[in-house]
């Protein structure tokens, strides 16, 4: 039982091969609400790069760091897969080190590389997951 909880989650496969995360409309309203949140944080963080604006960079990827990470209710962290919780803290801590980075050296390159391997856990978790709702199916 364990093992569904805390490892696998509520998971089918989808008819196009990615794994489908079965969860209520409203936790998928709040998941999408997060990654539109990771969005608009990137979108501030090109922006300060092409402004050279470390202080806005580091605010905007603070916004998406480990300090958000505690508003995932626990009745839907059960059901989501391990590797999709790994991949989502890693993201959190992506962006913290992002803002360390910007706050503490300021070197505009590896924060354009840094930016680069976060958006890439972007592109991975679309590639491989998507959400559906009880009886439907997701994005």
Same mark, same amino acid.
């Given at each position: 039982?364990?093992?569904?909880?805390?490892?696998?989650g509520s998971v089918t496969v989808s008819d196009e091969g990615r794994t489908a995360i079965v969860i209520s409309a409203g936790e998928?309203?709040?998941?999408?609400?997060e990654m539109r949140g990771f969005l608009e944080n990137l979108e501030a963080i090109t922006n300060g790069l092409a402004e050279k604006? @470390?202080? *806005?960079?580091?605010?905007?990827? %603070?916004?998406? +760091? !480990? &300090? =958000?990470?505690?508003?995932?209710?626990?009745?839907? @962290?059960? *059901?989501?897969?391990?590797?999709? %919780?790994?991949? +989502? !803290? &890693? =993201?959190?801590?992506?962006?913290?080190?992002?803002?360390?980075?910007?706050?503490?050296?300021?070197?505009?390159?590896?924060?354009?590389?840094?930016?680069?391997?976060?958006?890439?856990?972007?592109?991975?978790?679309?590639?491989?997951?998507?959400?559906?709702?009880?009886?439907?199916?997701?994005?």
């Amino acid at each position: 039982m364990g093992y569904v909880f805390v490892i696998r989650g509520s998971v089918t496969v989808s008819d196009e091969g990615r794994t489908a995360i079965v969860i209520s409309a409203g936790e998928r309203d709040l998941v999408l609400a997060e990654m539109r949140g990771f969005l608009e944080n990137l979108e501030a963080i090109t922006n300060g790069l092409a402004e050279k604006d @470390m202080t *806005k960079i580091a605010e905007s990827a %603070k916004r998406g +760091g !480990m &300090a =958000t990470e505690g508003q995932v209710p626990v009745s839907l @962290m059960v *059901k989501l897969p391990l590797e999709f %919780k790994t991949l +989502g !803290m &890693a =993201t959190h801590r992506a962006f913290d080190d992002l803002a360390r980075e910007a706050t503490d050296m300021g070197d505009s390159q590896v924060v354009l590389t840094k930016l680069g391997k976060l958006i890439n856990n972007c592109t991975t978790c679309h590639a491989v997951y998507r959400f559906d709702t009880h009886g439907s199916k997701g994005e």
